[in-house]
């Protein structure tokens, strides 16, 4: 086995790992994982014979993928068939969904503790203070996840103004 099957196993490995770590879809990670490493779009066929799954699993998978901007559909002249690349933005796009949670998170705690507060019953009163953290918690998060993003973008243009010093294939931004 060449070295670059060697890294190509090791990506796709570790991706389907810790996607399985967050809850999800261990082929999913294993799709994710291929398209980081391709050079160039994929198509279905591809995909399914790469990672040996069926056609229909790693559909399901790529709609949900495409909805969630870490992979998108490209147009090949000559053939119907669809092709896939990851997302230029995918680790930016994956932190705006977790971003997302945590916002709908925030709207959860306000809500509740909005209601709870209506209420002068003291038995509630560890309840209220429960959704009073909750809330300020991920009012907190959602700050700092959106500072990161801004402090993100900047070290991603500095990433590709690097690369394209260099001569290496520069990716779009967006």
């Known amino acids: 086995m060449s070295l670059k099957e060697k890294i190509k196993r090791e990506v796709l490995r570790e991706y389907g790992d810790g996607y399985h770590a ?5 082929v999913m990670g294993h799709i994710v994982g291929l398209l980081l490493f391709a050079n ?4 279905l066929d591809d995909i399914c014979k790469q990672l040996g799954r069926s056609k229909g699993v790693v559909s399901q998978i790529m709609r949900r993928l495409v909805e969630r901007n870490l992979v998108r559909k490209v147009l090949s002249t000559g053939t119907r068939k669809d092709f ?3 997302h230029p933005s995918v680790f930016e796009n994956a932190f705006r969904n977790n971003l997302e949670l945590i ?4 709207r959860i705690a306000h809500r509740l503790k909005d209601l709870a507060e209506q209420s002068d019953d003291a038995s509630l009163a560890p309840l209220q203070l429960r959704l009073a953290e909750m809330a ?7 700050e700092h996840y959106e500072n990161f993003l801004k402090e993100w973008q900047a070290e991603r243009e500095k990433i590709h103004l690097k690369f394209s010093r260099n001569g290496k294939k520069k990716t779009p931004t967006k």
Not at 40 to 43: H, R, T
């Open 40 to 43: 160039e779009p994929l198509s």
């Open 84 to 86: 896939y690349e990851i």
């Open 103 to 106: 916002r709908n998170n925030a």
């Open 22 to 26: 967050f809850g999800l879809n261990r």
């Open 136 to 142: 300020r918690f991920y009012e907190l998060t959602e």
